[in-house]
């Protein structure tokens, strides 16, 4: 076994170059899910991701659809009786590549440049979540190369829409349950604690995405004629806005904390170990120097990552009143942002849109029309790390990386994960990925530590040999 390991891995290390043009090429691929652009290039990604799986060896390669959802990629090479079945999952759509002038070199082209723990990749979707596929491919590919088989089952998923929040995958899943079908998942879509030490997801924060519209007139006028006696709905917004948080930025909604579970004193204690450097936590954020970290004592977490982890949020990710490229001596007659909430467990997603909505109309000023859309509403997620789907995970991630993973929450959301685990049963699912704290994904920039790329492949070898030892029938 010994043997054959090291010839799998030294695959990998030999042929790495080989599988990084293979996530080149997918990054060429500008597959932006989100309305606006061009359904054209959703197709041509899954397309190549079907061409990828074939050529890395998977078997029964095929393109899913349900009504009116991107197309899903499957495969499987499912030859190893007697052995456990893996469901691997990542996703090939991508976000808008943001603003282009500042990205350092163009988003769908890939750039390697140095950076203080290696070589970067940059792209859009190099990590978030080609690279995710391209681990999988490359473990496959690197067994099937040396020893023409694979220790486990195998059966790979890719997603063309998660970007957006996974609209159709309910019914997808209901359509496709009985094909994915698997004793373990592996979900590659979720980040490293550092560069260079890796980490297994085991908490999500749900969300709550709503849009605010405020309406004081039925056109734009002008500010210098009207100004004064009419209300101004950018104004009026503002206000509201400035409500929903107190002077420490947690969350004023009246109810919404409500049902937030408290932490006890050895989850404080034990989540307070977890290494924290303010200096090196501002530099990642980008905090400019006069702006202090809120929150956190009131819950006794006094490391904020851990405030991040377990502990809502509410940010406005967006505001418009005309637009800074065309503003005008105007009064507008529509304001309008984007708010969200992150969930953490025994929040419910509908009461918390509720509470908002009736919070935003009751405390609206002057009398202006205010309209409220939800545009997303999941739970969080979370999952009791034990038994040997992670103790297989634990045991490859130190071979991969030669460091322990830590475990850790995630202050993002995920929508899949939860209808994943539940409709294959609640098998065990390993929320695994490659990105890092310098990576930016969904900014400007994005970008893959090549190091851990290396790693987290190699990782994904180990994890196939862990599981056939640790979960043989």
């Known amino acids: 076994m010994d043997n054959q390991r090291d010839n799998v891995t030294g695959e990998i290390e030999n042929n790495f170059d080989m599988y990084l043009d293979d996530l080149r090429e997918l990054v060429m691929v500008p597959s932006i899910s989100f309305p606006g652009f061009p359904e054209q290039e959703l197709k041509k990604c899954a397309n190549a991701v079907a061409a990828l799986l074939q050529k890395r060896g998977l078997q029964n390669v095929k393109t899913l659809s349900v009504e009116n959802a991107q197309p899903y990629v499957y495969g499987d090479w499912l030859n190893a009786p007697g052995k456990p079945t893996l469901l691997l999952y990542a996703n090939y759509d991508v976000q808008p590549a943001g603003r282009d002038e500042l990205w350092l070199s163009p988003p769908f082209q890939t750039s390697i440049r140095p950076g203080p723990a290696g070589d970067r990749i940059y792209g859009r979707g190099t990590a978030d979540d080609k690279a995710g596929i391209v681990i999988h491919t490359t473990a496959i590919s690197a067994f099937l190369s040396m020893t023409g088989k694979l220790p486990i089952n195998v059966k790979v998923i890719i997603e063309g829409e998660e970007e957006t929040g996974s609209a159709h995958l309910p019914l997808f899943l209901k359509e496709y349950k009985n094909l994915l079908g698997a004793d373990a998942m592996v979900l590659t879509d979720t980040s490293n604690f550092d560069s260079g030490v890796p980490a297994l997801t085991v908490a999500l924060r749900g969300i709550v995405g709503i849009e605010v519209e405020v309406r004081a007139l039925t056109k734009t006028i002008h500010s210098g004629m009207w100004g004064g006696p009419v209300p101004d709905p950018a104004i009026a917004l503002s206000k509201m806005l400035s409500t929903l948080v107190d002077g420490d930025g947690q969350i004023a909604v009246p109810g919404v904390l409500d049902d937030v579970r408290p932490l006890t004193k050895s989850e404080v204690a034990e989540l307070n170990r977890i290494p924290f450097d303010e200096a090196e936590f501002r530099k990642q954020a980008g905090l400019v120097p006069g702006a202090r970290l809120l929150g956190g004592a009131q819950s006794?977490?006094?490391?904020?990552?851990?405030?991040?982890?377990?502990?809502?949020?509410?940010?406005?990710?967006?505001?418009?009143?005309?637009?800074?490229?065309?503003?005008?001596?105007?009064?507008?007659?529509?304001?309008?942002?984007?708010?969200?909430?992150?969930?953490?467990?025994?929040?419910?997603?509908?009461?918390?849109?509720?509470?908002?909505?009736?919070?935003?109309?009751?405390?609206?000023?002057?009398?202006?029309?205010?309209?409220?859309?939800?545009?997303?509403?999941?739970?969080?997620?979370?999952?009791?790390?034990?038994?040997?789907?992670?103790?297989?995970?634990?045991?490859?991630?130190?071979?991969?990386?030669?460091?322990?993973?830590?475990?850790?929450?995630?202050?993002?959301?995920?929508?899949?994960?939860?209808?994943?685990?539940?409709?294959?049963?609640?098998?065990?699912?390993?929320?695994?990925?490659?990105?890092?704290?310098?990576?930016?994904?969904?900014?400007?920039?994005?970008?893959?530590?090549?190091?851990?790329?290396?790693?987290?492949?190699?990782?994904?070898?180990?994890?196939?040999?862990?599981?056939?030892?640790?979960?043989?029938?």
């Open 300 to 473: 006794g977490c006094l490391n904020p990552l851990v405030q991040i982890w377990r502990q809502p949020s509410l940010t406005v990710n967006a505001i418009q009143a005309s637009s800074r490229k065309q503003a005008a001596n105007i009064i507008n007659d529509i304001a309008w942002a984007k708010v969200t909430v992150r969930l953490v467990p025994d929040m419910d997603p509908a009461k918390i849109c509720k509470q908002l909505e009736a919070f935003l109309r009751k405390i609206a000023p002057w009398g202006v029309e205010v309209g409220v859309h939800v545009e997303a509403a999941s739970p969080a997620w979370s999952v009791k790390p034990d038994g040997p789907v992670f103790e297989a995970a634990e045991a490859a991630m130190l071979k991969g990386y030669g460091v322990k993973p830590h475990k850790i929450g995630c202050g993002g959301s995920i929508p899949f994960a939860k209808p994943f685990s539940e409709a294959l049963g609640g098998v065990p699912a390993l929320l695994i990925g490659v990105e890092d704290p310098h990576t930016n994904a969904h900014g400007e920039n994005e970008s893959l530590l090549l190091s851990d790329f290396k790693k987290a492949c190699l990782s994904q070898a180990y994890l196939f040999e862990e599981l056939s030892k640790r979960l043989a029938r």
